[in-house]
């Protein structure tokens, strides 16, 4: 069960640093793909603190 929460968190972390760097790239809402970017990061941290 925690492997497929990892792996779930890692997927979506992926998906808003990916959305908030193509929103970045285009010049669309900077504040949403800022705050895209953070919630992918916090996302990795969340794992990377699961994993330790």
Same mark, same amino acid.
């Given at each position: 069960? #925690? /492997?497929? %929460?990892? #792996?779930? &968190? $890692?997927? +979506?972390?992926? +998906? &808003? ?7 970045? !790239?285009? @010049?669309?809402?900077?504040?949403? !793909? +800022? &705050? $895209?970017?953070? !919630?992918? &990061?916090?996302?990795? /941290? @969340? %794992?990377? %603190?699961? %994993?330790?």
């Amino acid at each position: 069960m #925690s /492997g497929t %929460v990892l #792996s779930i &968190l $890692m997927l +979506a972390g992926i +998906a &808003l640093t990916g959305g908030g760097i193509t929103m970045l !790239a285009k @010049n669309h809402d900077r504040k949403q !793909a +800022a &705050l $895209m970017l953070v !919630a992918g &990061l916090v996302m990795f /941290g @969340n %794992v990377a %603190v699961w %994993v330790i």
